[in-house]
């Protein structure tokens, strides 16, 4: 579907909109449950320990665009080609929040990383690849701004 400045702007909305949700319940669950820490990190994502140099690209870059490609486009886009959008929803989203799970984050972000994978895979459905590029870079933009915090 075409993008112009007002699906744009909704997009990037999108993708604020979960980092900050994320953000804010992340952060209330580690206030308030000492478990939560080892449940959201896990063994540590390999990045966290990078310097920003390489972290702020990996962030903005690499992960969006090897994730969409991954979830959204293959997995996702298979299910929307037979006319099985909104299993392709669930299934991308699950995949979704498996990688970040094997990749060392604990069970707690990948049960959040299944709820923005869900909002991911609505903007894909709507406005295919570079929607969800949009959106998940919005996403990891505001990451971004709080490691320069």
């Known amino acids: 579907m075409y993008m112009n400045l007002r699906s744009v702007l909704f997009i990037i909305t999108a993708g604020i909109f979960c980092y900050l949700v994320n953000y ?3 952060n209330f ?3 308030n449950y000492s478990w939560a820490w080892g449940a959201i990190f896990g063994k540590g994502s390999w990045w966290l320990n990078q ?3 390489v972290r702020i690209p990996y962030v903005l870059l690499v992960a969006p665009i090897y994730e969409e490609l991954i979830h959204r486009r293959l997995v996702m886009h298979f299910f929307v080609a037979r006319g099985e959008t909104e ?16 990749f060392g984050w604990g069970w707690l972000k990948a049960i959040d990383m299944f709820f923005v994978g869900l909002v991911f895979g609505a903007v894909y ?3 295919r690849l570079a929607g969800s ?3 998940h870079t919005a996403n990891n933009g505001m990451a971004a701004v709080f490691m320069l915090a």
């Open 133 to 135: 590029w949009l959106c």
């Open 125 to 127: 459905a709507e406005y």
């Open 29 to 31: 669950m580690i206030t």
């Open 24 to 26: 804010t319940f992340l």
């Open 51 to 53: 310097p920003l140099y």
């Open 87 to 102: 299993l392709g929803l669930l299934i991308s989203s699950a995949t979704f929040a498996l990688h970040h799970f094997i």
